[in-house]
């Protein structure tokens, strides 16, 4: 009976997220701010570089930074009128004094690069030929479960607070490669959301709890990328880096009205990450604007030999010039969900895609099942978590499994798992054989493919959702998904989320795009503009 409970709540949480009595539950924080680290530490090794950066010269900057996409930054920089060092201090400033304030903190900043100035000095020495659609020189944040040479990576957990030497992710070596800043790590929900029960969104033992920028506690966050979808509504970065296993990019990308790409499996490596599933996890691009995230896409892609299910994508990258800002909605194909279609915002999205001369057919899939969903997380976490820290973490990091871990938390739970550990529980107690575990592993994919299998079959180029109301069913099939604004109700952002199938994230960019300038409806969050 217990099982069958978890699996509920997990299916609710990581793939709805639609019932209100659920959400009401996670907004009765019990933590705001961390009780591990104190913010103005972590600003306090700048503080020399920032006094010299006044709030006149800050306010000036803001008129032509905020909002901007990455070839407008790109070509103020190339005409002289801003650097990459200055881009980076106006970043670091606003990050600090936001973050800093009582009354306006989100919370979304674990830590930062101390060496983000210097490397912006140089990038300004050798800035010649840089296109418009480069990461050159471009602040990006990672989500905190990213390993990075210089920064801890902790997923969050107090437990991997010691996890300070490690290699850069294959997926940071591609950003560095291309001239990409890291400028610093974003909270997100500890472990990536496989920790505890009802424990609000965005909630972690290092850095507190992640508010979103729409309502400050009003209004969710989404998870587990809180801090990535937070801290690039609030503008504190030009974009950051997300992971999804289910839900985790969509999910934070909708409620803080910012556009995240989940790819398909294989096509970004996963090399360097704190895992929860190999089966199913992911990184993403999450940013203010489909062109952003095309371009961060393409910075990250590359045959990465260390992850099994790595491809080649030179076929995937996208041509900006012509693909991307030449993309149109007409003669495109769709399927709308009739389940969706009383949605006020949706219906009026799928109007105006129609209006634009795109066809729209209305699809009715049955429901599926998602039994064994809780058991593929389980035993790929058993076995996944181990690897990365036997093989990624640093060697000071004295935790080895989900058994260690559990142990350390009670230690003192009340800092390091003040919402308890139930899901880690889960995982140890779940005694489901490798071969049992492949049986369910197909069975998910299967009647995932059954629910899409429209895209196939008409011919569709996406299938329309809302938010990640369908991130679940898309992971287990292991179709790509990107979300992109929509609207807002109440003040509460909502997305048009496309489902394509299996490496066609070009044409989801594309789609993406031509749906983005068609509705610009995408607006910064009031108390933080």
């Known amino acids: 009976m217990k099982k069958i409970y978890l699996l509920l709540v997990i299916i609710i949480v990581l793939i709805s997220c639609k019932e209100e009595k659920k959400e009401n539950?996670?907004?009765?924080?019990?933590?705001?701010?961390?009780?591990?680290?104190?913010?103005?530490?972590?600003?306090?090794?700048?503080?020399?570089?920032?006094?010299?950066?006044?709030?006149?010269?800050?306010?000036?900057?803001?008129?032509?930074?905020?909002?901007?996409?990455?070839?407008?930054?790109?070509k103020m920089i190339k005409e002289g009128d801003l650097t990459y060092e200055k881009l980076t201090l106006f970043y670091l400033f606003r990050m600090r004094k936001i973050e800093t304030n009582s009354e306006f903190s989100l919370n979304s900043i674990i830590a930062l690069n101390l060496n983000v100035l210097?490397?912006?000095?140089?990038?300004?020495?050798?800035?010649?030929?840089?296109?418009?659609?480069?990461?050159?020189?471009m602040p990006i944040l990672l989500?905190?479960?990213?390993?990075?040479?210089?920064?801890?990576?902790?997923?969050?957990?107090?437990?991997?607070?010691?996890?300070?030497?490690?290699?850069?992710?294959?997926?940071?070596?591609k950003l560095k490669e291309n001239g990409a800043l890291i400028l610093g790590k974003v909270n997100l929900s500890e472990w990536a959301y496989f920790f505890c029960l009802d424990c609000p969104l965005g909630y972690s033992a290092v850095g507190g709890q992640t508010l979103n920028p729409?309502?400050?506690?009003?209004?969710?966050?989404?998870?587990?990328?809180?801090?990535?979808?937070?801290?690039?509504?609030?503008?504190?970065?030009?974009?950051?880096?997300?992971?999804?296993?289910?839900?985790?990019?969509?999910?934070?990308?909708?409620?803080?009205?910012?556009?995240?790409l989940k790819p398909t499996i294989g096509v970004l490596s996963r090399t360097g990450i704190v895992p929860i599933s190999s089966t199913l996890d992911t990184p993403g691009p999450m940013?203010?604007?489909?062109?952003?995230?095309?371009?961060?896409?393409?910075?990250?892609?590359?045959?990465?030999?260390?992850?099994?299910?790595?491809?080649?994508?030179?076929?995937?990258?996208l041509d900006f010039g012509n693909k991307l800002v030449n993309a149109s909605l007409k003669g495109k194909k769709f399927g709308v969900l009739k389940s969706l279609m009383e949605n006020k915002i949706y219906k009026e999205s799928v109007e105006k895609i129609k209006t634009a001369g795109a066809e729209v057919v209305e699809v009715d899939p049955s429901r599926i099942s998602f039994d064994g969903f809780l058991t593929l997380l389980n035993i790929d976490m058993k076995h996944d978590l181990p690897k990365y820290l036997k093989n990624y973490s640093d060697k000071n990091v004295k935790i080895a499994s989900v058994e260690d871990v559990i142990t350390f938390n009670l230690k003192d739970s009340i800092l390091r798992a003040p919402y308890g550990q139930q899901l880690l529980?889960?995982?140890?107690?779940?005694?489901?054989?490798?071969?049992?575990?492949e049986v369910v592993k197909n069975k998910l994919n299967a009647e995932g493919k059954k629910y899409l299998q429209a895209i196939e079959n008409q011919k569709l180029d996406a299938i329309l959702s809302i938010d990640n109301f369908d991130s679940g069913i898309a992971a287990v099939a292991k179709y790509p998904t990107i979300t992109v604004p929509m609207g807002y109700e109440s003040g509460e952002p909502k997305s048009l989320t496309f489902i394509g199938k299996p490496y066609s994230e070009s044409n989801l960019l594309k789609l993406a795009y031509a749906f983005e300038q068609l509705t610009k409806v995408r607006k910064m969050p009031k108390n933080y503009n």
């Open 25 to 74: 539950v996670r907004m009765q924080f019990k933590l705001i701010n961390s009780k591990f680290q104190n913010i103005d530490d972590v600003f306090k090794p700048f503080e020399s570089s920032l006094s010299n950066f006044s709030e006149e010269e800050y306010n000036t900057l803001k008129a032509i930074v905020l909002e901007q996409d990455i070839p407008s930054l790109q």
């Open 287 to 317: 940013t203010k604007n489909v062109i952003d995230n095309a371009i961060l896409y393409n910075a990250m892609l590359g045959v990465d030999s260390t992850d099994v299910v790595s491809i080649k994508t030179e076929l995937l990258s």
């Open 143 to 173: 989500k905190d479960n990213i390993n990075t040479n210089n920064m801890p990576t902790t997923a969050g957990a107090i437990a991997l607070a010691n996890n300070r030497k490690t290699e850069d992710a294959f997926i940071v070596q």
């Open 425 to 437: 529980y889960g995982i140890i107690k779940d005694e489901t054989t490798l071969e049992e575990f």
């Open 214 to 260: 729409y309502g400050r506690k009003v209004f969710e966050t989404g998870g587990s990328s809180a801090g990535s979808g937070v801290a690039v509504a609030a503008n504190f970065a030009v974009a950051a880096l997300g992971t999804e296993t289910a839900g985790s990019i969509t999910s934070p990308s909708s409620k803080n009205s910012v556009v995240g």
């Open 118 to 137: 210097e490397e912006a000095k140089e990038k300004d020495l050798n800035k010649e030929n840089v296109s418009e659609f480069s990461v050159y020189g």
